[in-house]
C-alpha cells in the first residue's frame, strides 16, 4: 500500500511571494502519477498540476510548478507571484497502476494582502 | 453546467436512517468513485467502479453500499446512518488509464451530519 505525508500542515505566503508546500510519498511501484489537488473554502477539489512518473521534466502550469525527486519520492509544489485566490488547502495524491489514489493529509495554505 | 454533480448538497439525519447521495456525470467517463473527508484529513476511498457491471471496496467500505444504475450514476448507500459517518463525501470520475485520461475529477461534495 501506499502512504503520503505532507509534513506543513499550515503554512502562511504574502501575496506575490513565492511558497513551496512539501509532500513525500511511499511504494514499491516504478508506474505511478502524482498530483496536487487544491480544495478552497466552497470545498471543490480542483486539480492543480500532474505528473508522469516516468517523466524527468518537472510539471508547470502557469505559477504552478512540481520539483519532483523520484529517488527521494519528493514531490513538492511551488506557487509563484502567490494571489489571495490561492488561500485553499492542497492536498497531494498518488496514483498507483490500479487506479487507486491515496491522499496525504493536507497543507493549509493562507495568502496574506 | 457541471461534469460532476451531487445531490444532495448538504443532508442533515438521525442515527439508524438510511441515506442515499447520488452522483451524476455528464463527462462520459466509465469509473466512478466515492470518498469520503474527515475534518482536517484527506479522502479516503469507500467504493469504486469501473463499469457498470464492476462494484470494488475501497479502504473504508463498511457499513456503506453502492449502486452504478448506469454509466453516469453512481449512488452510495448508509443503510443505518451514524454519528462517526459524518463527513464530507465526494463524487469522482476518470476515464481509462493512461496519458492524462486517469486523472480523477470531483464533484462538489455532499455534506452529511448524522445526528
Known amino acids: 500500500a501506499q502512504t503520503v505525508t505532507q509534513s506543513q500542515p499550515e503554512m502562511s505566503v504574502q501575496e506575490a511571494e513565492t511558497v513551496t508546500l512539501s509532500c513525500t510519498y511511499d511504494t514499491s511501484e516504478n508506474n505511478y502519477y502524482l498530483f496536487w489537488y487544491k480544495q478552497p473554502p466552497s470545498r471543490q477539489m480542483i486539480l492543480v498540476i500532474r505528473?508522469?512518473?516516468?517523466?524527468?521534466q518537472n510539471a508547470t502550469e502557469n505559477r504552478f510548478s512540481v520539483n519532483f525527486q523520484k529517488a527521494a519520492k519528493s514531490f513538492s509544489l511551488k506557487i509563484s507571484d502567490s494571489q489571495l485566490g490561492d488561500t485553499a488547502m492542497y492536498f497531494c495524491a498518488f496514483l498507483n497502476a490500479g487506479n487507486m489514489l491515496t491522499f496525504g493529509g493536507g497543507t493549509r495554505l493562507m495568502v496574506k494582502p | 453546467d457541471a461534469d460532476v454533480t451531487q445531490t444532495p448538497r448538504n443532508r442533515i439525519t438521525k442515527t439508524g436512517k438510511r441515506i442515499m447521495l447520488e452522483c451524476s456525470q455528464t463527462k462520459g467517463h466509465d469509473r466512478m468513485y466515492w470518498y469520503r473527508q474527515d475534518p482536517g484529513l484527506g479522502l479516503r476511498l469507500i467504493y469504486y467502479s469501473f463499469d457498470v457491471k464492476d462494484i470494488n471496496k475501497g479502504e473504508i467500505s463498511d457499513g456503506y453500499s453502492v449502486s452504478r444504475q448506469a454509466q453516469a450514476k453512481f449512488s452510495l448507500s448508509l443503510e443505518s446512518a451514524i454519528p462517526n459517518q459524518t463527513a464530507l463525501y465526494f463524487c469522482a470520475t476518470s476515464d481509462l488509464p493512461g496519458q492524462e485520461r486517469d486523472t480523477q475529477y470531483f464533484g462538489p461534495g455532499t455534506r452529511l451530519t448524522v445526528l
Open positions: 505528473q508522469e512518473a516516468y517523466k524527468q
